[in-house]
């Protein structure tokens, strides 16, 4: 089943392999704490999400899609996911994502278009790279983000920074290295 985040309590350890994801989707969520796109702003190191912002996570049932659902969601996000097979689609609905895409069944483009009456969503966040970058920017409504953090389909070749043109949007790719700093 899904991870299900809970607090610790003080003195209890995170698994390891936890307190990697949990880092991995913190520094991808204060990647979009950012105002200017309407995503999403930081406060106190927070995301705070608005009320109605639309988001659609690749890999929705893996280990970091499925936190970042969870967190987007509790932070009052609309999560449409993406995912392979229907088994994956069943643990992105139980870890709170609202639509869940099939992608080898269905074209993801055309169905988030579809979920969102034609405009996009504020948010995508992707971790698959190479096969999922043009159609996830595709996704954006304007003054959307489009935040890569993996590339489990291969890096994305260099872009055409006129692409974001059409629609003043935004490209971002974090990793943990860039926030473990001091």
Request: proline share 5%.
């Amino acid at each position: 089943g899904p991870v299900l985040l809970a607090p610790l309590q003080e003195g209890d350890q995170a698994p390891d392999r936890l307190g990697v994801a949990v880092g991995h989707v913190e520094v991808v969520a204060s990647a979009v704490g950012r105002d200017d796109h309407g995503a999403g702003r930081q406060r106190g190191g927070q995301l705070v999400a608005p009320r109605g912002v639309l988001l659609a996570g690749h890999a929705a049932a893996g280990g970091v899609g499925g936190l970042l659902v969870q967190i987007v969601k509790l932070r009052g996000a609309t999560v449409i996911g993406t995912v392979s097979n229907e088994e994956k689609a069943r643990v992105a609905k139980e870890a709170g994502a609202d639509h869940v895409i099939i992608y080898t069944e269905q074209d993801f483009e055309k169905e988030v278009k579809n979920l969102t009456d034609g405009k996009g969503v504020d948010v995508v966040y992707d971790s698959v790279g190479k096969a999922t970058f043009e159609k996830s920017l595709n996704c954006l409504k304007p003054r959307g983000l489009l935040a890569l953090f993996g590339q489990s389909s291969g890096p994305v070749p260099p872009v055409d920074l006129s692409l974001l043109s059409k629609g003043g949007l935004f490209i971002t790719r974090p990793s943990l290295g860039q926030y473990v700093t001091n």
